[in-house]
């Protein structure tokens, strides 16, 4: 069956390292969604992809970026993490045509 | 700027009882989607049903509907003869038709089911 996988899911960091979180799909979907959840917000954009070589900035973007070099995966790099940046972080795809979106399980973040 | 608003942060019912969850939005836009998502304690995301405002039609999923008044930008879900299962944070959201879809999500609702 088709899926989409978060790696890792929990991950403890310093405050100034360099953090990559995966994102993998097997749904050949051209569009892909990173998101962020904290308390009191819901989940909020942080960059998106709309096909390979294609990547553009969400609401939050700064401190993130991102690279689309195959279908499949969307990772996403904490330039210097902040503590401001302890989260949990959501992977999300859709389709062309079918536009609902299907999320990972999430990657919990603890910056210290 | 699209936003959406959930103005429950918490509700609880009993099992067996039918519960509705409120949402509104704002937009300039008229082609649109809305979404209502549910996260169980596993925190997976789960979409439950979705609604397509070109549609009169309200969109139902089993036990799962919703009330869409486009006019008032509102789009309610109502969960009939709950179950213990159904407890979890759910999430309205939205996202235009055209290009990839970024959602919008509201702050959500924690519901819960009791026995």
């Known amino acids: 069956d088709a899926e989409i996988t978060q790696s890792p899911r929990h991950k403890i960091t310093e405050t100034g390292r360099q953090v990559t979180l995966a994102c993998h799909q097997t749904w050949n979907h051209n569009n892909m969604f990173w998101y962020r959840q904290d308390l009191g917000h819901g989940l909020r954009l942080i960059h998106y992809?709309?096909?390979?070589?294609?990547?553009n900035k969400g609401e939050v973007s700064d401190g993130y970026s991102v690279s689309r070099s195959n279908t499949e995966d969307l990772p996403l790099t904490l330039e210097s993490a902040a503590s401001s940046q302890t989260s949990v972080y959501f992977c999300?795809?859709?389709?062309?045509?079918?536009?609902?979106?299907?999320f990972g399980p999430g990657t919990r973040l603890l910056v210290l | 700027a699209q936003t959406v608003t959930q103005s429950q942060p918490e509700m609880s019912v009993q099992e067996a009882e039918t519960v509705t969850l409120s949402c509104t939005y704002d937009t300039s836009e008229n082609n649109y989607y809305l979404f209502w998502y549910k996260q169980p304690p596993s925190r997976q995301m789960i979409l439950v049903i979705r609604?397509?405002?070109?549609?009169?039609q309200n969109a139902t999923e089993n036990r799962f509907s919703v009330n869409f008044q486009k006019a008032a930008k509102s789009f309610s879900l109502k969960i009939s003869d709950s179950q213990l299962g159904d407890t979890a944070m759910y999430f309205c959201?939205?996202?235009?038709?055209?290009?990839?879809?970024?959602?919008?999500f509201g702050q959500g609702t924690r519901l819960t089911i009791n026995p």
């Open positions: 992809s709309y096909g390979v070589q294609d990547t």
């Open positions: 999300a795809s859709s389709g062309r045509i079918q536009e609902t979106q299907y």
């Open positions: 959201a939205f996202a235009i038709i055209q290009g990839a879809q970024k959602l919008v």
């Open positions: 609604q397509e405002a070109y549609k009169q």
